[in-house]
Nanobody, 125 residues
Framework: QVQHVESGGGSVQAGGSLRLSCVAF????????LAWFRQAPGKEREGVAA????????YYAASVKGRFTISQDNAKNTVYLEMNSLKPEDTAMYYC??????????????????WGQGTQVTVSS
């Protein structure tokens, strides 16, 4: 059974840091795209960062570039999202998912499946 389990969320003050983890279960963790998305109340789910597990290539949303880093530990089937210099506007539920459609851009949620349950990030000012 394909499954992603996210963890690491929490409440921090602006300027703080968090590291999110996404563990993949039920499939071969190689040569795939995994991504982090986030969704704030009343807003669309948006792509934050994506990583290709084969080469380590990455993409970032403009709003997080320079502050967030996506990385992986192949031995643990885990993708991380290191978040620094957090802002109140980063407050959202964060999800990871696997890219299954390549006729969509990397940040379009319609290109992904096997969503995890999410982990909440709250940044206070």
């Amino acid at each position: 059974q394909v499954q992603h389990v996210e963890s690491g969320g929490g409440s921090v003050q602006a300027g703080g840091s968090l590291r999110l983890s996404c563990v993949a279960f039920g499939y071969t963790y190689s040569r795939i795209w995994l991504a982090w998305f986030r969704q704030a109340p009343g807003k669309e789910r948006e792509g934050v960062a994506a990583l290709y597990t084969g080469s380590g290539s990455t993409y970032y949303a403009a709003s997080v570039k320079g502050r967030f880093t996506i990385s992986q530990d192949n031995a643990k089937n885990t993708v991380y999202l290191e978040m620094n210099s957090l802002k109140p506007e980063d407050t959202a539920m964060y999800y990871c998912a696997r890219r299954v459609r390549f006729d969509r851009l990397w940040y379009e949620k319609e290109g992904y499946d096997y969503w995890g349950q999410g982990t909440q990030v709250t940044v206070s000012s």
